[in-house]
């Protein structure tokens, strides 16, 4: 019964959270208010004893915002936070097509005949009866031995390339200051 209301909390939060990405005016809310979407399909999918797919999807998603919002700040000529600016294009073609797609969807949902479980699930590796050993071996099929490397390699990718966007920059966002960094002119005003 709980699980049932986390999930459906999760879904709401998930489903506000995604419209809004297109209600808002500008990018760099848009990012969060998507990061805010995935993370909470990640929390419904680790509500779902499902632990494994649900980090992945939050971990791979912030990771995402996360490096959408840093070159958002880096390499737009404004603030993205700031500037308004529309999210959706083509909008009768867009609501018609989610349109379609929902409606497509959720009959699909509706009608297919779900097959049923017939037997109970095996134990996972560390006695879990709970799915685990169906976690444990998605998680061995996608990642296998290179998980610990998948882990460390995403940072350091992203430190990489803030590096390279820093170093490739012939000056910084205060050299147009010189060593004065408050502003002020040689009478002590801006």
Known sequence: MLRGVAVTALGVVAVVTGALVFKVDSMARATYLLAASFVAV???????????????V???MLMEMAVMGVFMVMLMGMNPALMPMSMVHSKRRALVAAGASFVVLAVG?????WPQRSSVPP???AGSTEGGATTYSLGDALMGDHMLVMMVVSPVMLATIVAGVVLAQAQGRYARLGDDLRGTTQGGRR
Do not use: K, T
Request: aromatic letters at 4%; charged letters at 10%.
């Open 42 to 56: 990640g929390a419904a999918v680790v509500a779902l004893h499902l632990d494994y797919v649900g980090v992945v």
């Open 58 to 60: 939050v971990l791979m």
């Open 109 to 113: 949902i509706l009608l297919v005949d």
């Open 123 to 125: 134990e996972g590796p």
